[in-house]
């Protein structure tokens, strides 16, 4: 058995289907791309790699001045890239034209590599395997795959298309829609899940609220959570993330919402539609976020708060008030992004001033 090599990645995706050959004439038709050189139309394209690991048979694509070096020294055989680049294109490496190279560049993704789109069973099951538990009062429509020693207890719903992971333990009385996917070691009780929502591995959705009453030095008085976890249609929930269950009212989670990686969200809060988490946030309860606001990595958002719609928080800050729709905050409190950066610019040039000091005063 041989070991990794420095050219993993998509340049060899061992564990994804390999894709047929495409020419570019077929790449341009999939995308809004002019091939500049009519004379490569036949040209044969076997796969997609990064700039510095793409070989003569592989599309790459440019949009970043970052990576300039990469461009000019890349041996692709083809390369998406905007006009404003494309003389910086090595001869041998065939240009296709694009306004829009990584958008273009990710349809031709999804093309070849569908499968990596949707998690399926990591053991090929077309069924129910025979080391898993089902409650015989659980209802599978045709179509579910439940992996090896999953779970599903009493009163379970789950709909046709689903897969079920290794490992995963279902409660009693969950509903779990079509064409879902719940990732291995996933734990999910009290909760409700739409159609085509993807959980992935290692997530834990239901559990108790935080909740209680503080009684000081005599101990702290634990307050009942009985309420839900409600996920509407098309939602995407990261590998590790926690989804507490609210405690009077429904944790909600918005349709079309995608949350990154080890997100904490607390009970009773609300999520609207189509909002993006990235990893690593933390969001106390019964604060509420609405449609198509996007979190930073490692924002944290305090209880009881209002996050209005379109609203976008930098990585790193911490938000202690509410957010007006269409609010630019970051920061640590969290403000307007151009109030925060005029008192960024201004503590550093208060700093240089003192540290200009004749007197020395200020300096280490």
Avoid at 179 to 198: F, K, M, S
Avoid at 264 to 275: A, E, L, S
Wanted: proline share 5%.
């Amino acid at each position: 058995m041989t070991g990794p090599t420095a050219t993993g990645g998509m340049a060899q995706p061992i564990f994804f289907e390999q894709p047929p050959s495409s020419t570019l004439a077929e790449i341009a038709a999939l995308t809004q791309a002019a091939l500049v050189d009519g004379s490569r139309t036949t040209q044969q394209v076997r796969g997609l790699a990064s700039l510095d690991e793409a070989g003569p048979m592989h599309l790459t694509f440019f949009d970043n001045l970052k990576y300039m070096d990469q461009l000019r020294s890349t041996r692709a055989g083809a390369c998406l890239v905007s006009a404003r680049f494309e003389a910086n294109v090595p001869a041998h490496v065939a240009v296709l034209r694009s306004a829009q190279p990584f958008r273009e560049f990710v349809k031709i993704a999804r093309e070849l590599y569908s499968g990596a789109l949707r998690p399926q069973s990591w053991f090929g099951n077309a069924g129910i395997a025979p080391s898993a538990i089902v409650d015989p009062s659980a209802h599978l429509e045709d179509g579910v795959i439940v992996d090896p020693l999953a779970v599903i207890g009493p009163d379970v719903e789950i709909g046709a298309g689903t897969v079920i992971g290794a490992g995963a333990v279902i409660g009693a009385n969950v509903r779990i829609g079509r064409d879902c996917n719940v990732g291995a070691r996933t734990a999910i009780q009290c909760a409700l899940l739409g159609n085509n929502v993807l959980i992935h591995p290692g997530c834990s959705i239901g559990q108790d609220g935080y909740g209680f009453v503080f009684f000081g030095p005599d101990g702290h008085l634990k307050v009942p959570q009985t309420g839900r976890v409600l996920i509407q249609n098309d939602v995407e929930v990261g590998a590790g993330t926690t989804i507490d269950r609210g405690s009077l009212r429904d944790t909600v989670i918005g349709e079309g919402t995608k949350i990154d990686n080890q997100v904490q969200i607390g009970h009773n809060v609300t999520i609207g539609r189509h909002c993006l988490l990235a990893a690593q946030i933390g969001l106390a309860g019964s604060l509420t976020i609405g449609d198509n606001v996007a979190l930073g990595a490692k924002v944290g958002i305090n209880n009881h708060l209002h996050i209005g719609d379109g609203a976008q928080v930098t990585a790193m800050s911490a938000v202690k008030d509410d957010i007006p729709a269409g609010g630019r905050w970051g920061g640590h409190f969290a403000k307007p992004t151009r109030q925060w950066f005029r008192e960024i610019v201004a503590v550093e040039r208060l700093a240089r001033d003192s540290s200009a000091d004749p007197k020395g005063e200020g300096r280490e």
